[in-house]
């Protein structure tokens, strides 16, 4: 049988002592102007120009990284401004990422009714289908639980059948974040309470003896008092935790995210490593590689150095 | 200055005398074979051939319906699954219904964090990006509150700037919607009067003098006392109603969700028009066309009929 999301994750952390996950969310307008040259070179200042050069991009970048992080996280929104050619250069993304070693979370925070999230469901960790591509295929997806349990049931389902996970957005980074998710219940609770339950039932529905659930959960590192809280509630959750970096917040924020054991957390930065080169944009691509390069190893540094000594044991 | 989406709407709805919103949610294996069969003679059994059936069904269904409905909502989704193909398919059938003068709703529930949720909202509405095909847009698009106020605005201010609309989901059609949307607060309102408060600040943004502001609602036909409640707080929102037809309501559950005016509502089918042939799915083309066009004059008459005579009057 093939090993769960979680297994695959928990390995790949250890084997890279690192608990980055690297963004991949090219604005064509911030890019390195050799890579944008190529691509126009190539297809023009066409929707395929764009994407093309999202995809040199994103090989650049994996090429600088793979070593030091177990997973990237494209964010569906940047490619699908492209159309058909963004989602193409979405697609060999992933499909490289694979051939590097890397595991993919793909941040689309997809949420509809039971029969449109299999739909969603299928076009994210299918691998067999007749009609569609084999190469189609994510380890993990971001989901929005707004729509309640029968919602997320069907992601969880087939997450489960095709061994990926899932990070259902528990409380997200930004900062408006608590509009709805802090709203405080007639019985003293959260609403983000409420979505904790979904996700111990959820794993519920998994056969798995591993410690971590591939049922886990978004939790910004904007919110420490959070991370610190709902750590307690859900052991087995692995955290997707966004807003390192860019979004301002560095890991003395984030001790509370990690189980004793050195694992159960993500920490996932995406403007802060893409575009690390800052305003070299006519730089050559071997300088930009570099530049990405150290602010990944600074990252993993910074991660890993506030990391306690017993939770450092467990590598 | 263009026209405001209410305005377009409301327009369409008086001249086609029809509340309907068709959905296009394609499901390969349900497809009638002589379209599959030409997508397998011209592709394969590819993403590309499914893709390619795709397009052709939902250009029979837009020139079948196409004087009998004011918009069509393609769901994402469905068009997801089969990857760049699958939304190539999607924006040449936005092309299509545009050209057959059918407004378009992408149901895509989107929602995310301000950065993220700017490069969605170009991705459905901008027209004139560099890079970007000009042919890329929609006239509107689902959103989902879940992340708070500062992930609907970018949304808002780009449909404001491209004369579009948005619905952002209030009470969906699920059985489990209520599961987050129905919680009771501490100070005795529900989760979703916070939302609905939300779309009433969001309409203060917009500069219009029509009746009607283009930051609409979903609210799902399943909960009538909701779209009733909701009426009365949101007069200025358009409602769209899924859970029509296949979920199980028809037209007498859905008075309340349109204003005196007769105005206020967009009723949503999806499956019970797609697939009106049953299981007739080897018929030829035009015995199909004709049992969509029949759904689809049956779903208009028996809304109409049940509107009252002070509500058609504004017709």
Redesign the interface.
Known sequence: MQQSFAERLCKQIALKKSHAVIGL?P??DKLPSVLVQKAIDAYG???E??AHAFLLFNKLIIDAVSDLAAIVKP?L??Y?????????AY?RTVEYAHSQGMLVIADA??????S??D??A???FSKS?????PD?WVDSLTI????????LLPFIESANTHAAGTFI?LK??????????D????N?LK?TD??SQ?ILSLQETEKTTHAYSSVGAVVGASYPEDLAYFRKKLPRSIFLV?GYGTQGNFSANLSHAFNEDGYGALISASRSINYAFGTQIHADEGTISDMIRKAALTMNEDINHNLTLSNKLAW
Chains 1, 2 share one sequence.
Do not use: C, H
């Open positions: 969310d604005v064509i200042k066409t929707s120009g764009a964010q929104a940047y699908e401004v492209f159309g058909a050619p963004g989602i193409e697609w925070k997809r949420g509809d009714i039971s449109t999230a739909a969603y299928q076009a994210f289908s007749p009609w569609k591509s189609q929005n639980p707004y729509l309640g349990s029968d919602s957005l997200t980074s930004n900062p408006s974040a608590g509009d709805l998710q709203l405080r219940l007639d003293g609403m409420k979505v979904f966004p």
